[in-house]
């Protein structure tokens, strides 16, 4: 088991760079982006419930059969807070009803179970925190960039949603909260989450995965704010960035 757990980092760490360059070529068709051309699909509330299940259920599972302690227990419900809401509620807010296609879903679902196998076994069969670690600055300070990031990345879904509700279905241009800097603030959030959770558990997956959110999302926030441009125009304020603020 732990040779698979030191190999599928080398192959999240590998897989990243690639991706990186590929998304900036390909646009991934769902969401906004939501094209035929990648074959069959189904309902988006229904896709993320399947490709976001294996970061629950893995990691429990290993918490289950692994040593547990007070400390790689609020890890994991740290984890879980962020995927239990992307599981389980995120996908009943969705508004928009593009479909997902299922080798999106196939993908994402195969990544997911790589991560929450990784992150899993990590905490429950390879960490060795002492009590007082949750007193230690790496660990206050990466919870604290966490759910700094969760709130960004909620508030901005919401935004959008609550925009929608106000003006129609459809896109809309988005003006408050983060949106006012960049085109993808849920993205950004997200990117601080995973920073957040490579700083606290202070570990080679907590960077592996950081690393390839950052991979997976800048590209996309990139296609998203051309996606802005040439749907709004002159509407679209020039100084707007694509995910880091005042940056990128």
Not at 8 to 32: C, D, E, K, N, P
Not at 111 to 124: A, K
Not at 168 to 189: C, D, I, Q, T, W
Request: with cysteine.
């Amino acid at each position: 088991m732990e040779n698979i757990y030191k190999l599928l980092i080398g192959v999240q760490l590998i897989s990243a760079v690639f991706t990186f360059i590929a998304l900036y070529f390909v646009t991934a068709g769902y969401g906004r982006h939501s094209s035929k051309s990648w074959g069959f699909s189904v309902n988006p509330r229904l896709g993320w419930l399947i490709m976001e299940s294996p970061v629950v259920f893995i990691p429990i599972y290993f918490a289950f059969t692994g040593n547990i302690t007070n400390v790689t227990a609020t890890m994991l419900v740290i984890w879980l807070t962020h995927y239990i809401q992307r599981t389980f509620i995120y996908p009943f807010l969705i508004k928009g009803e593009e479909q997902m296609p299922l080798l999106i879903i196939l993908f994402s679902l195969m990544f997911n179970s790589m991560n929450g196998f990784i992150n899993g076994y990590y905490l429950f069969h390879v960490a060795d925190y002492c009590t007082s670690w949750m007193t230690d600055p790496r660990f206050i300070l990466g919870t604290l960039i966490f759910f700094t990031g969760m709130i960004i990345n909620i508030h901005s879904d919401h935004t959008v949603r609550k925009l929608r509700a106000e003006k129609g279905p459809g896109y809309h241009l988005p003006e408050k909260g983060m949106h006012r800097f960049v085109a993808s603030p849920n993205y950004f959030g997200e990117i601080l989450e995973w920073t957040g959770w490579a700083v606290l558990t202070w570990s080679l997956p907590g960077l592996a995965f950081m690393i390839f959110t950052m991979a997976n999302l800048v590209p996309r926030a990139h296609k998203h704010r051309e996606w802005y441009r040439k749907t709004f125009g002159e509407k679209y304020p020039a100084s707007r960035k694509r995910v880091f603020p005042f940056i990128y």
